[in-house]
């Protein structure tokens, strides 16, 4: 089951599981985009992934469902959903918790439980905390997703996937559920898989904002920074990494540079100026 199913991580993930084999509930509450999906069409654009889509609906190895009583039948829950910031940028880490305890009376001692969404340092750990008690316990594992939409697809089999759990057990059955997508398994720590998630997209905002920075600074002097960063990358392998200027799309880019931030008490100016500038 995958909680927060029908987003830009949810589906694409459901349609490749579900191409391989696994039977699929994406559990959402958006009945609109739901229809579409069960439909065989997707709601937004995802290269490869209709043809799949069109296929395991057919196939009935992929289905929709709104009833959080579909979590309860599962063996594995995944968990996608967004994880917001207030208005001042601050992650709002309560909305995470608070997401756990409206699920809670759903999940089944025993079952594999993954957060796939960004978080804040130390969330998985807190999950283990909310989840499990003398009576009950839970496989809990932190497993980020890295993929650019519109592309996640291809991606979910090429990119290597992060596996971490709070306990063996929980990295054996992240690694087993995993490597039917992809040869490419990377076991870490569940606090070295958070801040590998948070430093990917920081690192990409920091690296958007310099390209960004670069064409503010062309611009004032009249030249063309395109121009500028070919004759700099034009056999220069030290240079292929910079990227093109332009809108820093995605917003997770900009959460997870602020999470960091945050997490640090204030002390990232790197993020800080990437903001500012981009």
Partial sequence: CIIGGLGHVGLPLGIVFASEGL???????????GETVTSG?????????????KKVIKEKSLCVSYKKESITDSKSVIITIGT?????LNPELSKFSDFINSIKDYLVGGQHIIVRSSIYPGTTRRVEKLLNTQSTK????YCPERIVQGYAVEELRRLPQIVSGTSQRAVDLSYNLFKIITKNIVITSVDEAELVK?????????????????YMI????GQDYHNIRDKMMEGYERAIGLPKAGFSAGPCLLKDTMQLFSF???????????????
């Avoid at 937004?44 to 992934?49: M, S, V």
């Avoid at 917001?84 to 001042?88: A, G, S």
């Avoid at 062309?218 to 002097?221: N, R």
């Fill in 41 to 53: 069409k997707l709601p937004y654009i995802e290269y490869g992934a209709e043809k799949l889509l």
């Fill in 84 to 88: 917001p910031v207030d208005e001042y």
């Fill in 198 to 214: 948070l430093f990917s997209n920081s690192w990409r905002y920091i690296q958007f904002a310099t390209a960004n920075q670069f």
């Fill in 264 to 278: 640090n008490k204030g002390q990232f100016p790197l993020g800080q100026a990437a903001m500012n500038i981009n």
């Fill in 23 to 33: 039977k699929v509930c994406l559990y959402d509450i958006n009945k609109d985009v």
């Fill in 218 to 221: 062309s611009k004032t002097l």
């Fill in 138 to 141: 839970f496989h809990i594992s």
